[in-house]
């Protein structure tokens, strides 16, 4: 089927290809074969749980480095739906044989837990991708990272930044899951 559209100006173009690809991507849930290593599913009383369940109803968090979510898909573009915080960790996010990149799952605004995404692949060759993401050890410079506005919450509670984890919550991909 071929689709012509007759746009009037650039917003509108953006307009129109949101709507197609929200048609086509979709969340996947999180399944215990794809966590390698360390993971904790969240229970419903926990705090973070809790506040994050309206739109990630399974919470995981990775309990050290090396713990990996693994997963293949046929498609060309994929994420995780995730969180930013002051305990977040460095990612090291490997797709087919391609080196890894990193990620870090805090910024400058993390004086508090919020919704990201990661980004793992987009918009690339329709075909089926390996995915590998892993909790490394590097031990973040968190103060350095944070704005300078938001130091003074690291000085009056370093503790709350101590920690390098990860909480992953589903996957946002445009293609299937492939099983291994």
């Given at each position: 089927?071929?689709?012509?559209?007759?746009?009037?100006?650039?917003?509108?173009?953006?307009?129109?290809?949101?709507?197609?690809?929200?048609?086509?991507?979709?969340?996947?849930?999180?399944?215990?074969?794809?966590?390698?290593?360390?993971?904790?599913?969240?229970?419903?009383?926990?705090?973070?749980?809790?506040?994050?369940?309206?739109?990630?109803?399974?919470?995981?968090?990775?309990?050290?480095?090396?713990?990996?979510?693994?997963?293949?898909?046929?498609?060309t573009?994929?994420?995780?739906?995730?969180?930013?915080?002051?305990?977040?960790?460095?990612?090291?996010?490997?797709?087919?044989?391609?080196?890894?990149?990193?990620?870090?799952?805090?910024?400058?605004?993390?004086?508090?837990?919020?919704?990201?995404?990661?980004?793992?692949?987009?918009?690339?060759?329709?075909?089926?991708?390996?995915?590998?993401?892993?909790?490394?050890?590097?031990?973040?410079?968190?103060?350095?990272?944070l704005?300078?506005?938001?130091?003074?919450?690291?000085?009056?509670?370093?503790?709350?930044y101590?920690?390098?984890?990860?909480?992953?919550?589903?996957?946002?991909?445009?293609?299937?899951?492939?099983?291994?």
């Amino acid at each position: 089927m071929i689709c012509v559209f007759v746009l009037k100006n650039t917003t509108q173009f953006v307009e129109v290809m949101d709507k197609i690809i929200q048609v086509h991507a979709k969340q996947v849930a999180i399944s215990a074969d794809m966590l390698k290593g360390s993971w904790e599913k969240l229970p419903e009383d926990h705090s973070l749980a809790k506040r994050f369940a309206r739109n990630m109803p399974d919470l995981y968090q990775a309990g050290q480095a090396g713990a990996a979510l693994e997963f293949s898909f046929r498609g060309t573009t994929a994420s995780v739906f995730d969180l930013l915080g002051p305990d977040g960790g460095s990612l090291s996010v490997q797709v087919d044989d391609e080196a890894p990149v990193v990620r870090k799952r805090i910024d400058g605004y993390c004086t508090y837990h919020r919704m990201a995404k990661t980004p793992i692949l987009s918009d690339a060759e329709n075909k089926t991708h390996r995915v590998r993401i892993s909790l490394t050890d590097e031990q973040l410079d968190k103060r350095d990272i944070l704005f300078d506005r938001n130091r003074e919450k690291f000085d009056e509670n370093p503790e709350k930044y101590a920690d390098h984890t990860w909480y992953a919550g589903s996957l946002m991909i445009i293609g299937e899951i492939v099983a291994e």
